[in-house]
C-alpha cells in the first residue's frame, strides 16, 4: 500500500496518523496490511430529509472521523458524521437552505449537481470557499418546472474535489414526480469507491492515479459492501443509483432480472426503456424501475473500457481486459422470494422532453480536451481549447435566453465525461449518430478520439459557473472553465 502522504493527514485532520508514528516495522505492517470489509449485511439507506411546506432546511457538518464503511470502522470524510450523507428530498418550486459546517482542516464548499438553480450569490455557486472552522448558508431556489429526478451533492473547492469526494464526501438529492410511480419500494443507492489501508486510513493518490483518475480498490453501495436486498416476485422497485465515483465508469447489469430505465441524470423517457445495460460515468444518475423475478441476482458492474495513457507512457494501463473480465464487481445481491405480487399498474406516461434540434442556435463552439506534457514525468497538462482553469478568467461569455450548439472533441486516448453545471445538454449528435427521442444529460461521455455535439438552452439564470472534466483527477489538475452567461 501507499503511505499517507503529509496531504492527506492533514486532509483527515490528524486521524490515522497514529499508524505514522508506531514507526518502523509497525507502520510498514499497518500500511501494507489491506482493510479487510465486512460484505453481505442487509441493505441499508442514508437518512431522508424531506422538505415541507416548500422548504428543506439542513445542516451539513463536513468532518473527519471514524465512519461505518464496508461494515467496519475508518477514518474518513462525511457529513454529518456518515458515508454517504443525508438524502434531500426536494420537490419543483421548494427552497433548499443548506448551513455547510467545515469541521475540516482544509477549505470546501458545496454543489448541488445537476440541479437547475442560480449559479450566483450563496446559490450554487463553487467560487465561495469555507474556510477551515467557517460555515456558510447556502439558498437554492429550484424553478416550480424543475424536473424531478436523482441528482447529488459534494465539495466543489478546485484542487481538492477528487480527494474530499474520495474520502467520503457525498450525498444524494431526489426531485420528486409530480405524478408518482406506483412501486412496492424505493431505493437510493449511492455508489462509491475508496482505498483504505489496513488501518482503515484513505489512501493518497499515486501521480499515475491522480493522470488516469484514481480508482478504488472498495466499491460500496450506501457505504456497504455488496449488501443484500430482497422482494418477492412480481415486486416493481424503483432504484436511484448514483455514481459519486472520482473515475470509475459503472456499467451496470442485474441478469435474470427485469430492469427499466425511467431517465438519467435530468433526462426522462416519455416511457420506460427495456434496458440489460446501464452506463453512469462519474456523476451520472439512473433511474430504474426492477422488476423482480424468482431467484438470486447480482447488480454488477462490468468491465468498461475508458481507455488509458497506456501506449503514451510505455507501460500498462489500468484494468487490461485478459481472458478474465477484470472490470467486473458486485455491488449488491437481490434475492426474490415468497408468494407472488399483483402485477404492478402501468407506469404513466410522461411528457416528452424539449427537443431542441429544431430551435434556432446562436452560437456554435468547440471544446477540445488534452492531456499533454506526456513522458516528462512532470508538468502534465490537463486543459480545454489548450488552457487550464484559471477562476478569474471567463472562457465562455453566453448570451442569456439563446440555444448554444457545443461540438465536445477528445483527441486523446482517454474518455472525459463532461459536466456543465446548473444548464443541462440535450445530445444531438454522438459519435456521428443522432440519438432517436431528445436525451438530456448533465454528465456526457466524451470517448477517447471521439465527439459529441449537444444543445445547451441558458434559460431561467444568468451568472457565472464552470464546465470540466468529471473525472476529477482531471478537474482538479485543471480540465475546468469557467463560463458567464448575462
Ligand atoms: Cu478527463
Not at 72 to 86: D, I
Not at 348 to 362: I, K, W
Not at 426 to 452: C, F, K, M, Y
Request: hydrophobic share 40%; proline share 7%.
Amino acid at each position: 500500500m501507499r503511505p499517507m502522504s503529509r496531504r492527506n493527514a492533514l486532509l483527515l485532520g490528524g486521524l490515522g496518523t497514529a499508524a505514522i508514528a508506531a514507526g518502523g516495522a509497525g507502520l510498514w505492517w499497518t500500511l501494507s496490511s489491506r482493510f479487510a470489509p465486512e460484505a453481505g449485511g442487509d441493505f441499508t439507506e442514508p437518512e431522508q430529509l424531506r422538505s415541507s411546506s416548500g422548504r428543506l432546511q439542513v445542516r451539513l457538518e463536513a468532518s473527519a472521523g471514524s465512519m461505518q464503511l464496508g461494515g467496519q470502522q475508518a477514518s474518513v470524510l462525511g457529513y454529518n458524521g456518515g458515508v454517504p450523507g443525508p438524502t434531500l428530498r426536494l420537490r419543483g418550486g421548494d427552497v433548499l437552505a443548506v448551513d455547510l459546517v467545515n469541521g475540516m482542516a482544509v477549505p470546501t464548499n458545496l454543489h448541488v449537481h445537476g440541479l437547475h438553480v442560480s449559479p450566483q450569490g450563496n446559490g450554487d455557486n463553487v467560487f465561495n470557499v469555507v474556510q477551515p472552522g467557517h460555515s456558510f448558508s447556502y439558498e437554492y431556489r429550484l424553478p416550480a418546472d424543475h424536473p424531478p429526478g436523482v441528482y447529488w451533492y459534494h465539495p466543489h473547492h478546485h484542487g481538492m474535489v477528487a480527494d474530499q469526494i474520495f474520502a467520503g464526501l457525498f450525498g444524494a438529492i431526489i426531485v420528486e414526480d409530480a405524478q408518482p410511480v406506483d412501486v412496492s419500494r424505493e431505493r437510493v443507492m449511492v455508489v462509491s469507491d475508496i482505498t483504505l489501508d489496513g488501518s482503515g486510513t484513505v489512501a493518497d493518490a499515486s501521480p499515475m492515479d491522480r493522470m488516469l483518475g484514481r480508482e478504488g480498490e472498495l466499491v460500496l453501495v450506501n457505504g456497504q459492501s455488496n449488501p443484500k436486498l430482497s422482494a418477492r416476485p412480481g415486486e416493481r422497485e424503483r432504484w436511484r443509483i448514483v455514481n459519486t465515483c472520482v473515475a470509475r465508469y459503472l456499467q451496470l447489469r442485474l441478469d435474470g432480472q427485469q430492469m427499466q430505465l425511467l431517465g438519467m441524470d435530468s433526462g426522462r423517457f416519455p416511457t420506460p426503456r427495456n434496458a440489460d445495460e446501464v452506463l453512469l460515468a462519474p456523476g451520472n444518475r439512473a433511474d430504474v424501475l426492477v422488476t423482480a423475478v424468482a431467484g438470486d441476482a447480482t447488480l454488477r458492474a462490468v468491465y468498461y473500457n475508458r481507455g488509458s495513457m497506456a501506449g503514451m507512457m510505455g507501460r500498462a494501463g489500468p484494468a487490461p481486459n485478459g481472458g478474465q473480465r477484470s472490470g467486473d464487481l458486485v455491488l449488491a445481491t437481490l434475492s426474490v422470494s415468497g408468494a407472488p405480487a399483483a402485477p404492478p399498474p402501468a407506469v404513466p406516461a410522461r411528457p416528452a422532453p424539449r427537443d431542441l434540434r429544431t430551435a434556432a442556435v446562436a452560437a456554435r463552439r468547440q471544446l477540445i480536451f488534452a492531456v499533454g506534457g506526456m513522458g516528462m514525468g512532470m508538468g502534465m497538462s490537463f486543459t480545454i481549447n489548450g488552457r487550464e482553469f484559471n477562476a478569474s478568467r471567463t472562457d465562455t461569455t453566453v448570451a442569456a435566453q439563446t440555444v448554444e450548439e457545443w461540438t465536445l472533441i477528445n483527441p486523446g486516448p482517454m474518455d472525459h465525461p463532461f459536466h456543465l453545471h446548473v444548464w443541462p445538454m440535450q445530445i444531438v449528435e454522438e459519435q456521428g449518430q443522432t440519438p432517436g427521442p431528445s436525451v438530456w444529460r448533465d454528465v456526457v461521455n466524451i470517448p477517447a478520439n471521439g465527439q459529441v455535439r449537444v444543445r445547451i438552452s441558458f434559460k431561467d439564470f444568468t451568472g457565472r459557473s464552470v464546465y470540466h472534466c468529471h473525472i476529477l483527477d482531471h478537474e482538479d489538475q485543471g480540465m475546468m472553465g469557467v463560463i458567464e452567461v448575462r
